[in-house]
């Protein structure tokens, strides 16, 4: 049987233990708030600290095992992530800010798919190509090995099937 060590993963996915407990609380400060009395200062509260706070978080995390460009294309996905997450805690009478920040999600979300449209054509196209191997598909798309290997079997699949139907 095999034994994980709790010391090393705790220390390298801290961001994970915390994201759970910085949820909590907000949803106590959204709980516990006066809307009517203390709503716009509550907002920017929730509004810093999911939109701010959880991304920086996760950037002391993770900074020195992501690429720049894997840890940019999170941050925009988490701090969408908060937009989002900010106007499902705010009541909707009370948000002064979150609507005006509804485009910033937006862009985002747009900036998030081209990315990965572009990393999914770039994977196709490596594994399709049939001189990729499954660790050179994996770093190049970002995908843990097991599925790496899972694309370029679907790849030979096909490649199978179109020379049976093409007759080559």
Do not use: N
């Amino acid at each position: 049987m095999r034994t994980v060590a709790l010391a090393p993963l705790v220390q390298r996915h801290w961001f994970l233990l915390l994201l759970p407990v910085l949820a909590s609380a907000s949803f106590g400060v959204a709980a516990l708030i006066d809307w009517q009395r203390e709503g716009s200062i509550a907002e920017m509260v929730l509004l810093f600290d999911v939109f701010v706070s959880v991304p920086v978080l996760y950037f002391l995390c993770y900074r020195a095992t992501l690429t720049r460009k894997q840890m940019a294309l999170r941050l925009i996905g988490l701090a969408c992530l908060g937009i989002w997450f900010a106007t499902w805690l705010v009541p909707e009478a009370s948000q002064s800010l979150l609507p005006r920040l509804g485009w910033l999600r937006t862009a985002g979300i747009a900036l998030l798919v081209i990315a990965e449209l572009r990393l999914v054509l770039g994977a196709i196209k490596m594994a399709f190509s049939g001189k990729a191997s499954a660790d050179q598909l994996a770093h190049a798309s970002g995908a843990p090995p097991w599925i790496a290997k899972l694309m370029l079997l679907e790849a030979r699949f096909w490649r199978w099937m179109w020379r049976r139907i093409s007759g080559r």
